[in-house]
C-alpha cells in the first residue's frame, strides 16, 4: 500500500493547483468532449486569476494529495454562500475529488473523501452534496458505495456544450 498525504492548499501552491486541475479534468473528459470546449473550460476554470480568487475565499478550501513529494490528486469543498448551486449553511460541497489516473484504485479518492468527512464533523453539518456527470460511471459509483443518494440534476457548462449532472447528497448521522 502507498502512503497518502493530505496537505491543504495555500496562495503559494497555485502553479501547482493550475497543474494538477488541468491534467485531472482534461485525464477525465477529453475522451468525451471537444477540443474546443475543453480549451475553453480549462482556461477559464483553472487560469491563475480564477484559482487565486478560489483560494482566497474563506468558505472554499483545497486540498492535495501528495505520494512521496508528488501531487497525485485534489479535493475542493465549499461551504455556506461559496457553494455553487445549494446555499445551505448546514451543508457542505464536495465541488470536485481528482486524481491523476495513474492513481485511479490506489486509494487516493478515499482519502481525500475522509479529509471531507474530517471536516464535516469540525464544521457541524448535516449533509454533504455534490453534482457528477451523469456520464462518469466511476465517479457516481464511487459515491454510491459511499451511501449518496441522488436527488436531483443541473446543468453543467463544459465550454459550450451544456451537460447533466446527477445531484447527490449524503446525510450524516450526528
Do not use: C
Request: proline share 0%.
Amino acid at each position: 500500500m502507498i502512503d497518502i498525504q493530505i496537505k491543504k492548499v495555500g496562495l503559494e501552491d497555485i502553479a501547482d493547483l493550475q497543474i494538477i486541475g488541468r491534467q485531472t479534468f482534461a485525464e477525465t473528459f477529453s475522451q468525451e468532449n471537444s477540443e474546443e470546449d475543453m480549451n475553453q473550460y480549462l482556461e477559464e476554470k483553472f487560469s491563475v486569476s480564477q484559482l487565486k480568487s478560489e483560494l482566497l475565499d474563506e468558505n472554499s478550501v483545497f486540498y492535495f494529495a501528495l505520494v512521496d513529494t508528488n501531487i497525485v490528486g485534489y479535493l475542493k469543498v465549499n461551504l455556506g454562500e461559496s457553494q455553487t448551486e445549494i446555499k445551505d449553511k448546514n451543508a457542505l460541497e464536495i465541488e470536485r475529488i481528482y486524481v491523476i489516473k495513474d492513481f485511479h484504485g490506489k486509494s487516493v479518492a478515499k482519502y481525500l473523501y475522509k479529509k471531507v468527512i474530517e471536516i464535516t464533523d469540525s464544521k457541524n453539518v448535516d449533509y454533504v452534496w455534490l453534482g457528477v456527470w451523469e456520464e462518469n460511471a466511476r465517479a457516481i459509483s464511487f459515491y454510491k458505495k459511499n451511501n449518496f443518494v441522488e436527488f436531483d440534476k443541473h446543468i453543467f457548462k463544459l465550454g459550450k456544450d451544456e451537460q447533466t449532472d446527477i445531484m447527490m447528497k449524503l446525510h450524516l448521522n450526528k
